[in-house]
């Protein structure tokens, strides 16, 4: 029976639980012993808020309104850069401090206002930049298809958590690709939404003008759900086959996928051409020009906010964190100037792709998830990514599981992407590509 609670999806959970199908202090007692049982090895969680979370549940219980809050009783988790009163903001990182949190980040409020419990609080890199080390409090994340295999990039233990059927519900950050990457080698949905439209308020930054929030659940279903409770979004059913912008020089021609990476796209391709869809192939800029510009940005950004910690007690911070945060101290001011100016080119070429189609399809990186321990392939697989261009261009994107796995079984996935600000457009669509996509 926990086993089967565990698996609900968001959606489902929610619909028990308003049907009185599923008590909520069932359902936290449900997940939060599978945690208990399983997170030594998956490592997904930072802190747990086991008595907080049950004490939720049974004040939602007893005082269950006549109008239930659109995620009444359902469980979720953050990642560690978000504030919750009373918990300290860990950031992955001994520089932070160990006092607790005095305020709540904005996305927290509103989940709860929502009527959501939080379980506790989700594991990452190193100030969401770095790579997987361990040298930090916690260890890293582990991916819950093979331990030895890594969860993603920074907002690892939000996809962790979701594989692992911890809870239903996580909240990431993306700022290159950290919501999308988790949710494509774990095999969940991640989102990161239109940049401005979901509340940064209470995030610790990672680069201010790319920093993204957004949630990561089961399903596409499960992820507008959690979207319309933080932010307005507008979108309908997609009645009719979408017209989809295939765009493949990013992991063909400007990075060089493997066979399994390829044929999974591919096939998804050919599946939604199978299914209906109006298959349009498109060119944007190449992945290297907006990689330059992206990660010249990022860099600058980082560092500005970290220098004075850096010059003051650089030990505290680990060694990969460290290394890469003072990549940002030998870029100038012209040179970070230049990137913006380039940024807002190659934004407007995106905008004019989306002109003639539904939303853009790409691939999420050009290689697939690799072993937790090799550190020249994690290496590699950082640079593969195919996520940044929509940081820079601020455009909404989605990481989708595919039906092909890696050759060594671990999840793959694509990047659908939409335009500015239609988040609900997108999500609504990407219910289609979903549908079509599993059949």
Not at 8 to 18: K, P
Not at 61 to 68: A, G, I, S
Not at 382 to 404: C, E, K, Q, W, Y
Request: charged share 20%; glycine share 8%.
């Amino acid at each position: 029976m926990t086993d089967a609670l565990a698996r609900l999806t968001l959606v489902e959970a929610r619909d028990a639980i308003r049907r009185g199908d599923l008590c909520p202090v069932d359902y936290v007692d449900a997940l939060l012993a599978r945690i208990e049982a399983r997170d030594h090895e998956v490592h997904a969680f930072t802190q747990l808020t086991a008595e907080r979370a049950r004490a939720r549940a049974k004040q939602l219980r007893d005082t269950r309104p006549k109008v239930l809050p659109p995620l009444f009783g359902v469980p979720y988790a953050v990642k560690d850069l978000l504030d919750v009163e009373g918990l300290p903001t860990t950031c992955q990182s001994r520089v932070m401090p160990t006092t607790p949190a005095t305020r709540t980040a904005r996305v927290v409020e509103q989940l709860d206002a929502a009527g959501g419990i939080l379980l506790g609080k989700l594991t990452l890199y190193e100030f969401a930049l770095g790579g997987v080390t361990f040298d930090l409090p916690w260890p890293p994340a582990r991916n819950p298809h093979n331990l030895d295999y890594i969860a993603g990039s920074s907002s690892s233990g939000s996809g962790a958590a979701l594989a692992a059927n911890f809870v239903p519900l996580t909240i990431g950050t993306d700022t290159g690709g950290s919501i999308r990457s988790p949710a494509t080698v774990n095999g969940v949905v991640g989102l990161k939404p239109s940049y401005g439209l979901v509340s940064r308020d209470g995030v610790f930054p990672l680069a201010f003008s790319l920093d993204t929030t957004g949630p990561l659940a089961r399903t596409v279903g499960d992820v507008a759900a959690a979207m319309r409770v933080l932010a307005p979004i507008q979108g309908h059913a997609v009645t009719t086959p979408p017209r989809i912008g295939v765009v493949r020089h990013l992991h063909e021609r400007d990075l060089v996928a493997t066979p399994d990476v390829t044929v999974a796209f591919d096939n998804a391709v050919e599946r939604l051409r199978a299914a209906g869809a109006d298959i349009v192939e498109i060119e944007l800029p190449s992945l290297q020009k907006f990689n330059a510009a992206g990660w010249t940005i990022l860099f600058a950004e980082a560092y500005a906010i970290h220098r004075a910690w850096l010059q003051e007690r650089p030990e505290q911070y680990g060694a990969q964190a460290r290394e890469v945060l003072l990549t940002g101290a030998f870029i100038d001011s012209a040179d970070y100037l230049l990137a913006q100016q380039n940024r807002v080119a190659l934004t407007a070429s995106v905008e004019r792709a989306l002109g003639g189609v539904d939303m853009l399809l790409t691939a999420v990186s050009a290689l697939p998830p690799c072993r937790i321990d090799d550190r020249a392939a994690i290496k590699a697989l950082l640079a593969a990514s195919v996520r940044m261009p929509f940081n820079l261009s601020g455009h909404p994107a989605l990481a989708l599981p595919v039906r092909d796995k890696s050759d060594a079984g671990l999840p793959l996935g694509v990047q659908l992407v939409g335009r500015h600000g239609a988040d609900g457009e997108l999500l609504a669509a990407a219910e289609w590509v979903e549908h079509a996509l599993a059949v």
